[in-house]
């Protein structure tokens, strides 16, 4: 694919991830500068990342002095476009959501393009923080691995949920929900998302390999098109109980996931780095795909080709899932993940509860409910920093092909979820007073009706749960004072 001259002479800037610098973006540079842009017109960033004091919203309130001081110097120019790696995905929503809240329009950033993205964090921040992380990654900077920002990416970060409600959907927690702002909109920036789903071949690497995965994101974690619902449970009408948050994106965010990139290597789109070259089989046609289709990004000159490549990326990424057939192609699953948060009615969080997946509301089915729970739904990870937000992995080509297409006879293909809490002592219930165990549930996904599935795949759904709180009848008493 070529550029028009004009697209050629727009600015670009690079930055990268959490451990990385600009160094390793060179490549990438060597090719933007072979499809026509000028080398004077691409600006490598580089932030602290490995600093434990140094937050996500820290690195963006510098880039945004950084930017301002370079337009104003008219070095940079008043409108360019940016490529992000990994956590740099999280620095560029963080400096538009909290530098342009209200005025999305007046962003210099016209078009992001996302390289593997960690818009809804990475499994390998708990491994960041951990004695492993400190020793490998921290040894030459004090033992420090950037705890701050790691946190920020840790998988159901309060700051991940904090950023979506700003910028992606509005929830009970955003800023702005009687006038939304649309930050990704056709007057303001036009962001698309690239990830691959192969895992590491590295030896030492393959220890951090999952399913669904580019050996470091998760696809559903990188893709922006991210869901939000609000369930509380003092409702006894599921319909009633049960409230969807609206979207701020006026259109799906084109995604795309190639099925031969792992996270180091989906930033050099000719392999030119050794280290990139890696052990993968793949066509002419598969190798060229990540360098055409960050092309095809940087050339879009409006919002219905926006939309349009948006269409034709979903179609690739139904391409790269395809061959699920075959037993050693299980990391070309389709995955989703429920971020979850629960809190009692008075607004407390809720940490010690537990949630189960079932189609018959009765579970009978022994068999399938252990399915479910030992094929389907892969990882639950608690937050280190809030006890009572979860991260759930679930398999979804074996909830659609598996266990939905195994369920007995007559036994309807819907998933529902029920909670049941740790009573906090013994005074206090949840749902029901003096009785210990008391759960609820709701249906989350129909698999014939479109309208009901609330989850979908390749995406990250954030659910937020309210329980009631009972106090016990001896919690306060009335008697008459002939009976004392």
């Known amino acids: 694919m070529s550029v028009s001259r004009a697209q050629a002479a727009r600015q670009i800037l690079i930055i990268h991830g959490w451990s990385d610098n600009s160094k390793s973006f060179r490549v990438l540079g060597q090719f933007l500068s072979q499809h026509g842009y000028a080398v004077n017109d691409l600006w490598l960033a580089d932030y602290i990342s490995l600093d434990d004091d140094v937050r996500v919203a820290d690195v963006a309130k510098r880039m945004g002095e950084v930017i301002a001081e370079r337009i104003q110097a008219q070095t940079l120019a008043a409108r360019f476009d940016v490529i992000v790696h990994s956590t740099g995905g999280l620095v560029a929503r963080e400096w538009l959501s909290s530098h342009y809240q209200g005025r999305a329009a007046e962003c210099p950033m016209k078009r992001l393009i996302m390289l593997a993205p960690a818009n809804f964090g990475s499994k390998l921040a708990a491994m960041g923080k951990s004695f492993l992380g400190r020793v490998v990654k921290g040894y030459n900077n004090w033992f420090h691995t950037g705890k701050a920002i790691l946190d920020d990416l840790e998988l159901a970060s309060p700051y991940q949920s904090d950023l979506a409600q700003r910028d992606l959907l509005v929830g009970p927690d955003s800023p702005d929900q009687q006038q939304p702002t649309h930050f990704y909109a056709a007057d303001a920036v036009w962001p698309f998302v690239i990830i691959g789903t192969h895992t590491y071949t590295n030896l030492f690497h393959q220890i951090v390999n999952e399913n669904g995965a580019d050996g470091t994101v998760r696809a559903c974690a990188a893709n922006m098109n991210a869901r939000g619902m609000s369930i509380d449970f003092r409702q006894t009408d599921a319909s009633q109980a049960m ?242």
């Open 243 to 484: 409230q969807a948050w609206p979207s701020r994106l006026l259109c799906p965010v084109p995604f795309a996931v190639l099925p031969t990139r792992t996270h180091a290597s989906i930033i050099d789109p000719d392999r030119v780095d050794a280290g990139n070259q890696e052990d993968i089989a793949e066509t002419a046609e598969q190798k060229a795909q990540l360098g055409q289709l960050i092309l095809q990004a940087l050339a879009c000159q409006s919002f219905d080709e926006y939309q349009q490549i948006g269409t034709a990326w979903l179609a690739l990424s139904e391409a790269t899932a395809q061959p699920v057939e075959q037993k050693d192609q299980a990391m070309l699953h389709q995955y989703l993940q429920i971020n979850c948060a629960v809190q009692d009615d008075q607004g407390k969080p809720v940490t010690d509860y537990f949630l189960e997946f079932f189609a018959d509301t009765t579970k009978r089915h022994t068999e399938s409910n252990v399915y479910m729970h030992a094929s389907v739904l892969e990882n639950v990870k608690t937050n280190s920093q809030d006890a009572a937000s979860r991260n759930l992995y679930f398999d979804y080509t074996d909830l659609m092909r598996n266990y939905y297409q195994n369920l007995p006879k007559g036994c309807e293909q819907v998933l529902n979820m029920s909670i049941s809490a740790a009573s906090p002592g013994p005074n206090i219930n949840y749902f029901e007073r003096e009785k210990v165990g008391a759960e609820m549930q709701v249906p989350l996904h129909f698999m014939e009706d479109a309208e009901g599935c609330w989850l979908v795949k390749n995406s990250t759904h954030f659910l937020q749960i309210t329980i009631p709180r009972i106090p016990n009848s001896d919690v306060f008493r009335l008697n008459r004072l002939k009976d004392n």
